[in-house]
C-alpha cells in the first residue's frame, strides 16, 4: 500500500519523511559494544538514515525459555536513535533458539521425505506448531510492549523471507483445517482433486495428508492445494504478529521482505496484508540481463505495493549462495540502487550494515565489508549515501506509472509447474522474464497486474503464461478486450481450472473463440537447443498444432514453416487479441510486442535510446541508466536539470561506464 | 501362451474371435455416468471392441473397509455389453484406498533408506504385507464372484504393472523366507553370497536383511538375490489373484501388463503363469529409433507368448513422464500399431480411451483427447480401428516366425548392472538394443529366447551380453554349436555364476575354449567417446586383452589396431562359434552380422530393402513399414494383394511417409 | 616415525630388515585352505615376504558374540611363517559381523538425515557407540594375545582405512564430550561459534548436536568442529586398539592405512601416534598426471613419516570403484612401484594378494588376478618382485631429501570448503596439486610440512592455500621469512583464525603487511573456462582487487590486463615473499615457481630432464623414471651403475617406455 492509499493503512511516508531510507540489517549481538559507536560514525559519514534491528535476536533476548533481555536492545536503540537513525525492528521470529527445538521438537518441520530439518541454521521452525506460534507471539508480544513507543522506531518488520514447508504430522492436521475450510465436505475435495482417478478417494479426512514422498507421481491437485496452503499459513503466523504490534503501534507501517518472485508466497495476497511491501533484490552481477531482472522484481513489487515500495535488502558486493560469487565492479551497486529509486523505490537498504566475520553469511558482503572504511565498497557506498539525499525530497511518494501490464499469478505458476507436465523445459520464470525482457529492450515500463485485477487503465495486456486461470479471471480478459484493450497471450495459458482441472477442449472455449483457434489439437514441446521455424521469427520451447477459426478477422500474423506444423498458425490474431504458440527468440518477440504496443498507442519512454540504456519515469523525473560499460551518447529532446551531476542538460546526455542522470524538467 | 499352446490353459484366441482387439483402459469413474453414452458412441464409430475396466477402481468398489459399491460397475458392464463391446476386467489391486494405508501403515512400502511410500500416488503397496494381500484377495474375490459369468467378460487383468520393491521389515522376513526356501541352509546362504569377505558371515537367519543403505557396497549377491525375490514376492501377489479369479471363469484368459524391458520382472518366468502375455510400449515420438525400441519389445514379447500376444497400452499421442513429451505425428500410432500386429499382437490397446482431466495423468494422450472428436488424434484412431477390422480375420491367430534368435536373462542383467563393475557406460539394455538394432538394420526378424531354451530350430543364435550363465546354460550353448549352430557372443558373457561368482579364468573355461581364448588377460572398458581402432570396424565401450590360442581354427577376424592392444584380436572365431570383444559401431554391427546370418543360410525378409522400410512376415502375410517420412519404392517380387489399401501390388510398392501395406498372395 | 627416529617409538626397520617389504593383503578366508598352499607356491615365486592378514576376519573369528575361531588363523600364520613370509596382523575391527548390528543397533551410524548405514558392506560401525568399542577391544586384546609373540608377525595393523562419521544420538553425546574439553564453557563456544548471528547461542550443553540436515547453511564452525572431532573420535579407536596390541607386542611397529589426502583424518596428529606411516594409493591409469598423483601422495605421507614408509595398498591392475576402471598398461605397475620405492617406500604392497571371486570388490585386481598365474598381471608382479629383491639392502632406510616444502594443513581445508564460500569452483585438493604439479614438472622434489613446523631447513616454502591459519603459523611464516626463507603464497590463505573467524581486514594483517598489500578490496572468483588475463600469464578460478603498498621494495610482479582489474598486481613480491592472487596456468605456474626456487638456490634434480622423466634422489641412488610411452635419452652427467638393469651408464641414460633405472654412483 503507497503513503496516499485509500485504504486508510499507514504506508511508507512517515518513516520516508522525504528522504530516501538508505541503510540496512544491522545485527550489532555479533559485535563487541565498542564496534557500535565506529559504526553510527561511519553510518553517519555515509548518510545512512535507517537501520533493520533484531531479525536473527531471539537468543539474545530469550537465552533460556522465558527470559527478556533487552538491555543491550535498550542501549543500541537509543545509540542510533541519538545519531539520528531511525529504526526497523524485526520481530526475531524467522531462527527460533537451540532451546525451542530441543524442548519442543514439534516445532521443528519435516520434508516429504520425513527428515527433520534441525537447528543449526535458521529457519527450522514449523508454520503449523502452535508451540512456535506461541513462543513466537509471546515474545513479539514483550517486544512490542517494550518499544513499541520508542522515538527511533519508524517501523515494523516481521519475521524474515517466510519460506518454509512442513510434510510433518502437525502439519497433516493444519492442512486438513485448511482444506475443510476451502472445501466445506470431503465430497467437494474428492471432486477437486479428482480422486476417482487412481483410486484416490477420501472417506474420511483423517486420511488426507500432505503430498508426502510416493511411488509415482502426487495428486496435482493435493500438491496445488499444499502450496496454496503453505503461503496460507506463513501468512497466518504473519498476520498473528502483525496484529500484536499493531496493537502497541497503531500508526506505525508493517512489512515483512518478499523474496524475488519466489514461488513459496502469493504476494498478491500477502501485499494486502502489509502497510508496506519490500523486497530483497539479488540479481547476479555476472549475469549480462541483471539489470532486466532487478527491473522486473522492481516492477512487480512496485505493482503490488500500488505505490512507493520498500528495497528491504541488496548486496553491496558479492553474496555467498551462488556457485561462482562475484561482486559488484566498481559503479554498479550505485547504478542498480537508482534504477530501484527509478522505478518507485523510496528505500534502499542491504542485507546487512558491517559484514560478518562469523557464522554462514561471512562471504555475503556488507556495506562494511571486510576490507573496512578504506574498502571500495564501503567508498561507493557513501557516495550513494550522498546522491540519495540530494534526491529524497523530489522522489519520494512520487508514483512511476506504465501503461502495458503484464500478468503474473502464483495459482498458475503452482499448477503449471509440476512433475508429469507436457514439458519440463518450460520454466514460468523464465518465460515470464523473456517477455518481461522483450518490453524492458524495447524500453517499454511495465506494471505487474493479477488476471483479477481492473485492467482498463492499460492500452496493453500481455500474458506470458498463465497455465490456470479461474472463470472470472477469463471473464476479466475477454471483457478487457471487448472493452478496447490490446491483448497479447503466450502458450500454455487458460489450460485449467481453479482445481487444475483441463478445460473442455485443452484450452478455455472462451479464449479460444477470443483468439481465433477453432482446434488445439497437440502440443509440440521443443527439445533444449531445439526451434520451430516461423514466418519472419524462429520459436523455442514450444510449438502447438492449431487449427485456426475459418473467418476474416482471424489472421495468421505468422506461419510455422517445415516440419510437421507447416502452415500451421504460430502466431494468431483475431482483431485486438493475439495469441502466440511459442516463444520467439528475444528479438522477434521484442519486435513482435514493440509493434503491438504501437498500434495500441504504447510508445518507449525516449525514442532511439541505444541498447543497455534504460530510461524510466518517476513523476516528472526522468531517470536515465546505462548498464554498459562503454559510454554514451543519449537524445532527450528538452532542457533538463541532472539532479545527480548538478548539471543542466539540453537535448543531449553524455553517461559514462554505468552512468546514470536524474533529468528534472 | 498361445491361443494354440499345447499346455492345455486358455488363450487368447476365445477372446479374439477373429478379431483384433481394439480398445484400451477405461476409466470412467472419472467422468459422470452422461459421459459414458457420448463414449460407447465414439467407441463404436471408433471401432473399439474391447476395453480394460477396473484397473484404478478399488476405493470406488470398497470407499470404506469392507463396503461393495457394485452398482456403477454393473451399469457399466451392461452398457459396453450393449454395445458389443467386450470386457477385460482388472483387478483394482495396484492402487489401494487411502483408508488401508492408513488403518494399515504395513502396507506401505519403505525404501532402502527407510522413507515410506505414502498413498496419494499409487502402487504405495507391499508385495510382503499380509494385510495387503489379505485385503487384495477379498476385493478380488467379490469382484471375479459378482462379474466372473458376465457376458460382457473376455478376459482377466491382474494388477498393473507390477513394480514395487520393499526393504522394510516385514518385507525382510519375507526374503529370509524366500532365502530359506533358495538355500535350505545359511551355510549355503554363506557360500553363495561369499560373505566370507568383508566380515558378513550370517550367524543366525534373522540377521539377514534386504540390502539396504550401507556404508559401502553392499553384497552383490545379496543385491541379486533381493531382486530375484522381488520378482518372485510380485509374482506370489499376480498367483493368487489369478487363481482366485480362475476359480470363477475357468474358461477365461488372464493376465497382467508387462512394462517393457523391465528389470523389476523376470518375464520369462512371469510368462509361464499367464494365459496371455501383455505389454506396454511406448517408444517416444522423438527418437529417431523408436521404431526398433518398439520391434524389440514386440519380438520379446512374442518370444515370451511363443505366439500372438496383446499390446496392452500405448500411447495414442503424448505420454506425460519424460522431460518433453512429443505427440505422434500424423501417421505414426497407425504405423507403430500395425507394426505390433505384424510382429504378432492380436491386441492394439490403449492407455487411455479418455484422456484424463485431472489428476496426474492428465497429459497423457488418451484415444480421445482434449481436444474432443474433432481432435486429430480421435480421427486417426477412427481410421485405424477400421483398417483392423478389415485385417482380423486374416491374421489373428498366425505367428511370426524368426529364424535368428536374441538371448536374454534377467538374472544375468541384475547380476551385471551393479556398483562396482568394471564399467558404469556398460548398460545391459542398451548393449542388447545395438544388437537387436544391427538385425533391424539389417531386415533380419528376431525371436528372442532365454539361454536355457532348445535353440537348435535356430541357425543363428546371437548373445548381445550375458554375465551370467548358469552351467546348464552354458552346456547349452556349447551343444548348439556342437549340433552345427552359429553363435555370435557379445563380451561380459559368461563371466559369473548363478551366484554371481566369477568363474575360473574370469570366464568360463568351456566358452573360451568354444572361442578358441587361451587367456583373458585384461578388460580394458572404454570411456565416453573413446573408440578402439580395429581392422575394418570401430569398437565403442570396451575393449579386451585377449590371449588367442594357437589353432588352426582359431581366427582373428579383426584384431585392435594402435594403441595397447595393438594386434591383438577383437573378434575371434573358432568354427560357427565368434566372440566380439567390443561393441562395433552400429554399421560395422550390422555388417558383421548379417554376414555371420548370411554364413549361416538366414537372408532379409526382402532383399534390398531401404533404410527406414521394415517387412515382416506373420503367417503367409507380408507387412511392408515405412519408418521414413519421404515416400519410397520397395520391390515386393510377386504378386499381391494389399490388405490395407485394397489394391494389387506387381513387383513393386510404393509407399508414402509413414506408410504401410499388408500384402496378401 | 622412521626407523631412526629419536621418538624411542619402534619403526619399520626392524620388520623390513634390508629388504623392500612386498605382498599385500591377505584374505584367504574367501578360499579353501587347499587353495593356501598353491597360494603360498605364488607368493615365493614373486618374492613376496609380506601379507597382511586379518582385515576381514571378525566375522570368522567370532561368529557369534563371545565365540573365538583361532584355528584357521593358527594354521595360516605357521603355513605363511614356514614359508619365511611375515605378517601384517589387522585388527578385524573396521567390518563388524553382522550379529552385532543386529543385537546392538546403537552400533551403526546415522548420516546428517538420520538414516542408518546397515551392515551388509563394510565400516558399518559408530567411532562413538561404547558398545562398538568395548567388542572391538575384546577381539583385539584375544588376537594380541594369541598371536603377539608369533614368530611371523612384523607389524600390527590397527582396523582399516578410518572413515566413518556419525550424527546420530550417541554421536551428539560424544561430540559434547569433545567440545566441552575444547572449549571448557559453553559461553566459549558460543563465541567461538559467532553463535550470536542467526540467533544460534546455546544456553545448555544438551542443546548442541552434530550439524544434521538443516533448512539453510549449517553453522560452519560447527561443521569444522565436528570435521575436527570424528577425526579425534576415529584416533581415540585406533589408539585404543594400539594400546592393547603394544601391551602384547612392545618391540613391532603399529600402523593404519591411510587414505590419501584424504579429508576425513589429520594425518599430521595420526602420524604422530603411528610407529610406521602407512596410505593406500590408487592413481586412475588413465590420468595422464597419474605418476604426479602418485607422487604428491608420497611426498605427503613421507613427510608425515619423516622418514620411511609403507605403501600398504595399491592395485596391481584396475580398481573398481570408478565409473571405467582401465587396466595398468604394461610395465605401469613397475614403474609406478619404483616411484614409491623412490619417494621414500620401504613396502610395496597391494590389495589384494588373490582377485576376489565373490563379493563388493571381485573386480577389484589382485597381485593374482581371474587370469591367474598366466595373466599378464602376475607376470608383472613377479618380474617386480625380483627387481625389489635386488634393490633392497641399497634403499632401505634411506631418506628422500628435498629443499622445498609445500604446506597442507587439515583445518583449513575443513574450513575453507564449506557451502556459502566465494566459490564452489575452488577446490582446495585441486589448487595443492596444481601446485605441486608445477614444482613436479619443474624436476623439483618436494616434501611437505605443517604450518607450524620448523621450515628453516627449507629454502623455499610454498603456500597453494590455507585459508585457515592460527596465530602461531602466521607467526612462524613471518618469521620464516625473516629468517632467510623464501615464501610463495597462493590466495585464500591466511583469511580465517582457529574458529573460522574471519580475520580483520579480510586477510591477516601481518600476512598482508609480509607481502605488501594494503587493501584487500574484493575477491574475483572466476567462471569455469574463465580466465584473468595478466601480464606474461593467465589466471584461472580466482582475481583479486588488490590495493599494493606504495613502497619501494613493494614489485607488482605480474597485473591483471584488461576488465575491472586492469593494472592492478597479480603476482605481488616484497623481498622474499610472493603473493599470487590468482591460480596461473600450469606451464605458467610452473615457470614461476622455477624462477623463485632459482633464486633461493634450489635447483632440479638434474638438468634437461626431458617432459614424463622424473628424477628422484633417495640416500645417494638417482633414480630416473620414464612416465612416457616413447623411450627417451637422459642427460646422467657421471658415472653410474645401473641396480636395475645391471648395466653401467656413463653420461647418457636411455629409458623405453615406462622404464627406469636406479643408479648407484
Same mark, same amino acid.
Request: with cysteine.
Given at each position: 500500500?503507497?503513503?496516499?492509499?485509500?485504504?486508510?493503512?499507514?504506508?511508507?511516508?512517515?518513516?520516508?519523511?522525504?528522504?530516501?531510507?538508505?541503510?540496512?540489517?544491522?545485527?550489532? /549481538?555479533?559485535?563487541?559494544?565498542?564496534?557500535?559507536?565506529?559504526?553510527?560514525? +561511519?553510518?553517519?559519514?555515509?548518510?545512512?538514515?535507517?537501520?533493520?534491528?533484531?531479525?536473527?535476536?531471539?537468543?539474545?533476548?530469550?537465552?533460556?525459555?522465558?527470559?527478556?533481555?533487552?538491555?543491550?536492545? $535498550?542501549?543500541?536503540?537509543?545509540?542510533?536513535?541519538?545519531?539520528?537513525?531511525?529504526?526497523?525492528?524485526?520481530?526475531?521470529?524467522?531462527?527460533?533458539?537451540?532451546?525451542?527445538?530441543?524442548?519442543?521438537?514439534?516445532?521443528?518441520?519435516?520434508?516429504?521425505?520425513?527428515?527433520?530439518?534441525?537447528?543449526?541454521?535458521?529457519?527450522?521452525?514449523?508454520?503449523?506448531?502452535?508451540?512456535?506460534?506461541?513462543?513466537?507471539?509471546?515474545?513479539? /508480544?514483550?517486544?512490542?510492549?517494550?518499544?513499541?513507543?520508542?522515538?527511533?522506531?519508524?517501523?515494523?518488520?516481521?519475521?524474515?523471507?517466510?519460506?518454509?514447508?512442513?510434510?510433518?504430522?502437525?502439519?497433516?492436521?493444519?492442512?486438513?483445517?485448511?482444506?475443510?475450510?476451502?472445501?466445506?465436505?470431503?465430497?467437494?475435495?474428492?471432486?477437486?482433486?479428482?480422486?476417482?482417478?487412481?483410486?484416490?478417494?477420501?472417506?474420511?479426512?483423517?486420511?488426507?495428508?500432505?503430498?508426502?514422498?510416493?511411488?509415482?507421481?502426487?495428486?496435482?491437485?493435493?500438491?496445488?492445494?499444499?502450496?496454496?496452503?503453505?503461503?496460507?499459513?506463513?501468512?497466518?503466523?504473519?498476520?498473528?504478529?502483525?496484529?500484536?504490534?499493531?496493537?502497541?503501534?497503531?500508526?506505525?507501517?508493517?512489512?515483512?521482505?518478499?523474496?524475488?518472485?519466489?514461488?513459496?508466497?502469493?504476494?498478491?495476497?500477502?501485499?494486502? /496484508?502489509?502497510?508496506?511491501?519490500?523486497?530483497?533484490?539479488?540479481?547476479?552481477?555476472?549475469?549480462?540481463?541483471?539489470?532486466?531482472?532487478?527491473?522486473?522484481?522492481?516492477?512487480?513489487?512496485?505493482?503490488?505495493?500500488?505505490?512507493?515500495?520498500?528495497?528491504?535488502?541488496?548486496?553491496?558486493?558479492?553474496?555467498?549462495?551462488?556457485?561462482?560469487?562475484?561482486?559488484?565492479?566498481?559503479?554498479?551497486?550505485?547504478?542498480?540502487?537508482?534504477?530501484?529509486?527509478?522505478?518507485?523505490?523510496?528505500?534502499?537498504?542491504?542485507?546487512?550494515?558491517?559484514?560478518?566475520?562469523?557464522?554462514?553469511?561471512?562471504?555475503?558482503?556488507?556495506?562494511?565489508?571486510?576490507?573496512?572504511?578504506?574498502?571500495?565498497?564501503?567508498?561507493?557506498?557513501?557516495? +550513494?549515501?550522498?546522491?540519495?539525499?540530494?534526491?529524497?525530497?523530489?522522489?519520494?511518494?512520487?508514483?512511476?506509472?506504465?501503461?502495458?501490464?503484464?500478468?503474473?499469478?502464483?495459482?498458475?505458476?503452482?499448477?503449471?509447474?509440476?512433475?508429469?507436465?507436457?514439458?519440463?523445459?518450460?520454466?514460468?520464470?523464465?518465460?515470464?522474464?523473456?517477455?518481461?525482457?522483450?518490453?524492458?529492450?524495447?524500453?517499454?515500463?511495465? $506494471?505487474?497486474?493479477?488476471?483479477?485485477?481492473? +485492467?482498463?487503465?492499460?492500452?496493453?495486456?500481455?500474458?506470458?503464461?498463465?497455465?490456470?486461470?479461474?472463470?472470472?479471471?477469463?471473464?476479466?480478459?475477454?471483457?478487457?478486450?471487448?472493452?478496447?484493450?490490446?491483448?497479447?497471450?503466450?502458450?500454455?495459458?487458460?489450460?485449467?481450472?481453479?482445481?487444475?482441472?483441463?478445460?473442455?477442449?485443452?484450452?478455455?472455449?472462451?479464449?479460444?473463440?477470443?483468439?481465433?483457434?477453432?482446434?488445439?489439437?497437440?502440443?509440440?514441446?521443443?527439445?533444449?537447443? /531445439?526451434?520451430?521455424?516461423? $514466418?519472419?521469427?524462429?520459436?523455442?520451447?514450444?510449438?502447438?498444432?492449431?487449427?485456426?477459426?475459418?473467418?476474416?478477422?482471424?489472421?495468421?500474423?505468422?506461419?510455422?514453416?517445415?516440419?510437421?506444423?507447416?502452415?500451421?498458425?504460430?502466431?494468431?490474431?483475431?482483431?485486438?487479441?493475439?495469441?502466440?504458440?511459442?516463444?520467439?527468440?528475444?528479438?522477434?518477440?521484442?519486435?513482435?510486442?514493440?509493434?503491438?504496443?504501437?498500434?495500441?498507442?504504447?510508445?518507449?519512454?525516449?525514442?532511439?535510446?541505444?541498447?543497455?540504456?534504460?530510461?524510466?519515469?518517476?513523476?516528472?523525473?526522468?531517470?536515465?541508466?546505462?548498464?554498459?560499460?562503454?559510454?554514451?551518447?543519449?537524445?532527450?529532446?528538452?532542457?533538463?536539470?541532472?539532479?545527480?551531476?548538478?548539471?543542466?542538460?539540453?537535448?543531449?546526455?553524455?553517461?559514462?561506464?554505468?552512468?546514470?542522470?536524474?533529468?528534472?524538467?
Amino acid at each position: 500500500m503507497c503513503a496516499t492509499s485509500s485504504s486508510g493503512r499507514v504506508g511508507l511516508g512517515d518513516a520516508v519523511r522525504g528522504r530516501v531510507l538508505f541503510g540496512g540489517d544491522y545485527n550489532p /549481538e555479533q559485535w563487541p559494544e565498542e564496534v557500535w559507536h565506529e559504526d553510527v560514525r +561511519l553510518m553517519r559519514e555515509a548518510g545512512v538514515n535507517s537501520v533493520t534491528l533484531g531479525v536473527f535476536s531471539w537468543a539474545k533476548i530469550e537465552p533460556r525459555p522465558g527470559a527478556r533481555e533487552f538491555g543491550w536492545l $535498550d542501549r543500541l536503540m537509543d545509540l542510533v536513535h541519538g545519531h539520528g537513525i531511525g529504526v526497523v525492528l524485526a520481530t526475531p521470529t524467522s531462527s527460533p533458539p537451540p532451546w525451542l527445538g530441543r524442548l519442543h521438537p514439534d516445532t521443528l518441520p519435516r520434508d516429504a521425505d520425513g527428515r527433520t530439518e534441525w537447528w543449526g541454521g535458521r529457519q527450522h521452525f514449523s508454520h503449523s506448531s502452535a508451540t512456535y506460534r506461541r513462543h513466537a507471539a509471546a515474545i513479539t /508480544e514483550d517486544l512490542a510492549a517494550r518499544y513499541g513507543s520508542h522515538p527511533a522506531l519508524t517501523m515494523w518488520h516481521i519475521n524474515n523471507e517466510y519460506c518454509t514447508y512442513d510434510w510433518g504430522d502437525e502439519a497433516a492436521g493444519t492442512f486438513r483445517r485448511w482444506l475443510r475450510d476451502r472445501y466445506g465436505t470431503l465430497d467437494a475435495l474428492n471432486t477437486a482433486w479428482g480422486t476417482a482417478f487412481w483410486s484416490q478417494g477420501y472417506g474420511d479426512w483423517a486420511e488426507v495428508l500432505p503430498p508426502r514422498r510416493a511411488h509415482y507421481l502426487n495428486n496435482p491437485t493435493q500438491v496445488l492445494d499444499f502450496k496454496r496452503y503453505t503461503s496460507d499459513m506463513l501468512l497466518e503466523c504473519y498476520v498473528a504478529e502483525r496484529d500484536i504490534v499493531r496493537r502497541y503501534s497503531p500508526d506505525l507501517p508493517v512489512t515483512t521482505n518478499f523474496m524475488p518472485m519466489w514461488a513459496g508466497q502469493d504476494a498478491w495476497r500477502w501485499a494486502e /496484508e502489509e502497510d508496506v511491501v519490500s523486497v530483497d533484490l539479488y540479481p547476479d552481477p555476472r549475469d549480462p540481463f541483471g539489470a532486466q531482472e532487478g527491473a522486473l522484481v522492481q516492477d512487480m513489487t512496485r505493482s503490488q505495493a500500488r505505490g512507493p515500495w520498500m528495497l528491504m535488502e541488496q548486496a553491496a558486493g558479492s553474496v555467498n549462495w551462488r556457485g561462482v560469487n562475484r561482486p559488484k565492479p566498481r559503479g554498479l551497486n550505485r547504478l542498480w540502487s537508482l534504477q530501484a529509486v527509478a522505478r518507485g523505490a523510496d528505500a534502499v537498504c542491504y542485507f546487512q550494515w558491517r559484514q560478518s566475520r562469523q557464522g554462514a553469511e561471512k562471504f555475503h558482503s556488507g556495506m562494511v565489508g571486510h576490507a573496512g572504511e578504506q574498502g571500495r565498497t564501503y567508498q561507493e557506498v557513501k557516495q +550513494l549515501g550522498a546522491e540519495l539525499r540530494r534526491l529524497g525530497a523530489q522522489v519520494t511518494g512520487r508514483h512511476s506509472v506504465s501503461r502495458v501490464a503484464i500478468l503474473h499469478e502464483w495459482n498458475a505458476w503452482w499448477a503449471g509447474e509440476q512433475d508429469g507436465r507436457p514439458s519440463r523445459e518450460v520454466e514460468y520464470q523464465q518465460v515470464v522474464r523473456a517477455w518481461h525482457r522483450a518490453l524492458w529492450e524495447a524500453h517499454i515500463t511495465t $506494471d505487474f497486474a493479477h488476471p483479477g485485477h481492473d +485492467l482498463s487503465a492499460y492500452p496493453l495486456v500481455v500474458v506470458p503464461q498463465l497455465y490456470l486461470l479461474t472463470d472470472p479471471a477469463i471473464d476479466n480478459l475477454v471483457a478487457y478486450v471487448r472493452g478496447g484493450g490490446t491483448l497479447v497471450c503466450g502458450f500454455l495459458t487458460g489450460i485449467a481450472d481453479e482445481d487444475d482441472r483441463v478445460r473442455t477442449g485443452g484450452m478455455d472455449e472462451r479464449l479460444r473463440e477470443l483468439f481465433g483457434i477453432r482446434t488445439l489439437h497437440e502440443w509440440w514441446p521443443l527439445d533444449p537447443g /531445439e526451434y520451430a521455424e516461423c $514466418d519472419g521469427l524462429r520459436g523455442m520451447l514450444w510449438s502447438e498444432e492449431i487449427e485456426a477459426e475459418k473467418a476474416e478477422d482471424v489472421v495468421a500474423h505468422s506461419r510455422y514453416k517445415g516440419g510437421e506444423l507447416d502452415g500451421l498458425p504460430a502466431v494468431l490474431r483475431r482483431g485486438r487479441a493475439w495469441y502466440v504458440s511459442t516463444l520467439p527468440e528475444p528479438a522477434a518477440l521484442r519486435e513482435l510486442l514493440a509493434g503491438v504496443a504501437a498500434e495500441a498507442g504504447v510508445r518507449p519512454v525516449l525514442e532511439g535510446l541505444p541498447a543497455q540504456v534504460e530510461a524510466v519515469r518517476r513523476g516528472d523525473l526522468l531517470f536515465v541508466l546505462n548498464h554498459g560499460r562503454e559510454p554514451v551518447t543519449v537524445a532527450v529532446p528538452g532542457e533538463y536539470r541532472d539532479l545527480l551531476g548538478e548539471r543542466r542538460v539540453t537535448d543531449t546526455l553524455e553517461l559514462g561506464r554505468y552512468g546514470a542522470a536524474v533529468l528534472s524538467p
